[in-house]
């Protein structure tokens, strides 16, 4: 009876555009959010950088070649470099200076061995676990990161010897072993891959390897740093982009597109998500303004139900109720229509070739759920301050 | 419980000079249990004493006391608890809602305290001469009619005290014995008081005070 004497005379097309401006402002709100996300974890897993990291070097040019300019980094190019505000991070990438054989060892593969270029990179960058990245004199084999090209190049040379190639998996599993060597000392260590780069085109091994080699089997010439790891903050690798060419350096284009892609639809996605934002507030603001309009027109219903004895406490629930249950079912409808909104999208990306992962974000479902409590929390204000109002 | 109007002046009336034995500007106790009749005319302030003594208008100087406390003191769950089971009223305008039929005005008051069975309420309409109405929408009825649900919705809880302001002005004689029949049986069967305002009459009935504005 309350509710027919509180909400039956309502003006029903104002409340359907609250509610349909409400709906849409959530839609797009998760729908955004939930890609936002995604297209940040893209590539995530798939390559042993973190996102938004590459490696560069100084692009070669004629008098690079002659000797008449630095291809190495000094430090304080590094520093200058470090101290951009669209820089995360910068890590010179040492390399070897010492002699080592790469091969495979075992008797499932044909013998296959080649000059090895090593490097090693600060652990925090790769997307590696560290218990696995370790490796100190007397292990059993030491980790390597093995680039793509060099893996592809194994697979050809069995498939010329007429064997089976092999997988990524397996090739994990085959042993394999360094040779370094320093004048008449030589020594064999194992080695097994662990995993596989596209973004770096030497063989990556534990620091403590590097190390070890250096000190046992250097001849005693310094390292350059010819190369440095790079990580931009996100959404900014554009400007990255920028001074790398500013400054003539260059790095692998796969590493460049997938950066800049995510960085424009980054960015769009945040364009998209702070106009959602806005919808949201001004829809919620919209329904809010509706049930003080309401609750005006009903002042004499709500002064009088309090005269003949109904507590302020008692209507307040009643309105608050009644608005936070619409919202809810935007809220509910909204959630459904970013489901199916999602089921299209997703379908758009694969076909485009662009296989992101399907699975809802949970940080999607909390804004969903902490945009119900913050328009809850406004209901519930208003309602009071509208009863009391009267009362 | 006793209600004490000390000093009590409403400001739209301070301006104007009231009669020594005028309620306005002196102590005066209403006695629990006590049949009162406030006589007055026009503009007087008949409706003022009835929102201002039931804590509807708070612009006067003096203070109204609710047995030993101050009304001006009262928190929303005291004032329900006044309006729910101590004090019940009868309002100039009658304060119902049009939009709803008899059936659901009465229902609405009643399930605060589930006073009455719906069967007694139809009963109370019945002597009324409008149990007929009972699903018509309050607001098509005439003014008697009117007024009589809102009798009926004035019995519809306990009560220590009942103010009715003019509550018989569109009755006639035969509908205004009749309601006062009811509201006298309801009265002594709670030991309550009641005030009725008039602009004279007192419908054939003894009153145990008079008041004056």
């Given at each position: 009876m309350l509710d027919k004497l509180l909400f039956k005379n309502q003006d029903r097309l104002q409340l359907l555009i609250a509610v349909f401006g409400s709906f849409?402002?959530?839609?797009?709100?998760?729908?955004?959010?939930?890609?936002?996300?995604?297209?940040?974890?893209?590539?995530?897993g798939a390559e042993i950088l973190g996102p938004n990291t590459i490696i560069v070097q100084k692009k070669v040019s004629n008098t690079g070649t002659l000797g008449l300019k630095p291809t190495d980094f000094s430090e304080l190019e590094i520093s200058k470099i470090k101290n951009m505000t669209f820089i995360k991070e910068v890590q010179p990438v040492r390399s070897n200076n010492f002699k080592v054989w790469f091969g495979t060892k075992d008797p499932l593969v044909p013998p296959f061995s080649t000059d090895a270029y090593v490097q090693t990179i600060d652990p925090q960058f790769l997307d590696v676990k560290p218990d696995v990245w370790t490796w100190k004199p007397g292990d059993k084999f030491v980790p390597v990161i093995m680039p793509r090209d060099l893996f592809v190049m194994l697979n050809t040379f069995m498939s010329a010897s007429g064997m089976t190639q092999i997988s990524d998996d397996l090739v994990k599993q085959i042993n394999c072993e360094?040779?370094?060597?320093?004048?008449?000392?030589?020594?064999?260590?194992?080695?097994?891959?662990?995993?596989?780069?596209n973004q770096v085109s030497s063989i990556l091994v534990p620091e403590s390897f590097m190390e070890y080699g250096t000190v046992n089997f250097s001849d005693g010439t310094p390292q350059k740093i010819t190369q440095i790891l790079i990580s931009g903050k996100e959404?900014?690798?554009?400007?990255?982009?920028?001074?790398?060419?500013?400054?003539?350096?260059?790095?692998?284009?796969s590493q460049m597109v997938v950066g800049r892609l995510k960085s424009i639809v980054g960015t769009l996605v945040l364009v998209i998500m702070s106009i959602s934002i806005i919808a949201v507030l001004v829809s919620g603001l919209v329904l809010i303004q509706y049930m003080q309009l309401l609750m005006s027109r009903n002042a004499y219903e709500v002064r009088t139900l309090m005269r003949i004895g109904y507590h302020p406490k008692k209507i307040i629930r009643k309105f608050f109720i009644y608005f936070v249950r619409i919202f809810g079912i935007i809220t509910a409808v909204g959630f459904g229509a970013f489901v199916l909104l999602k089921f299209v999208l997703d379908g758009v990306f694969a076909s485009g070739g662009v296989n992101i992962d399907t699975q809802l974000t949970l940080t999607s479902i909390f804004t969903l759920l902490f945009a119900y409590a913050l328009f809850a929390l406004a209901s519930f204000i208003t309602a009071k301050k509208g009863i009391l109002n009267e009362y | 419980m006793n209600i004490t109007l000390d000093r009590l002046m409403p400001e739209p009336l301070a301006s104007i000079k009231h009669g020594e034995s005028s309620i306005w500007g002196n102590h005066v106790v209403l006695e629990e249990g006590k049949r009162i009749l406030l006589n007055a005319s026009s503009g007087k302030g008949k409706t003022t004493f009835t929102t201002t003594t039931l804590g509807l208008r708070r612009d006067y100087s003096g203070s109204i006391t609710y047995g030993d406390k101050n009304i001006q003191a009262f928190t929303a769950?005291?004032?329900?608890?006044?309006?729910?089971?101590?004090?019940?009223?009868?309002?100039?305008?009658?304060?119902?809602?049009?939009?709803?039929?008899v059936a659901e005005n009465l229902r609405l008051k009643n399930s605060l305290t589930d006073t009455f069975s719906e069967l007694e309420l139809k009963q109370?309409?019945?002597?009324?001469?409008?149990?007929?109405?009972?699903?018509?929408?309050?607001?098509l009825l005439s003014m008697g009619q009117q007024q009589r649900v809102a009798i009926v919705r004035a019995m519809?809880?306990?009560?220590?005290?009942?103010?009715?302001?003019?509550?018989?002005?569109?009755l006639d004689v035969e509908n205004?014995?009749?309601?006062?029949?009811?509201?006298?049986?309801?009265?002594?069967a709670q030991n309550a008081g009641f005030v009725l305002t008039t602009l004279g009459e007192s419908h054939g009935y003894s009153f145990d005070q008079e008041l004056f504005l």
């Open positions: 849409l402002g959530v839609t797009f709100l998760v729908t955004s959010i939930h890609y936002l996300i995604k297209v940040q974890e893209f590539g995530k360094f040779k370094l060597s320093y004048n008449n000392k030589t020594e064999h260590l194992n080695c097994r891959v662990v995993g596989f780069t959404n900014e690798f554009g400007l990255v982009e920028d001074m790398l060419e500013e400054r003539g350096l260059e790095s692998r284009n | 769950d005291e004032w329900t608890e006044v309006r729910t089971r101590q004090i019940a009223v009868v309002f100039q305008d009658l304060q119902l809602f049009p939009k709803l039929s109370l309409l019945e002597r009324l001469e409008i149990e007929n109405k009972w699903e018509q929408e309050c607001g519809a809880q306990p009560f220590e005290w009942l103010i009715m302001d003019e509550p018989f002005s569109h205004a014995k009749r309601s006062m029949s009811i509201i006298n049986e309801r009265t002594l």
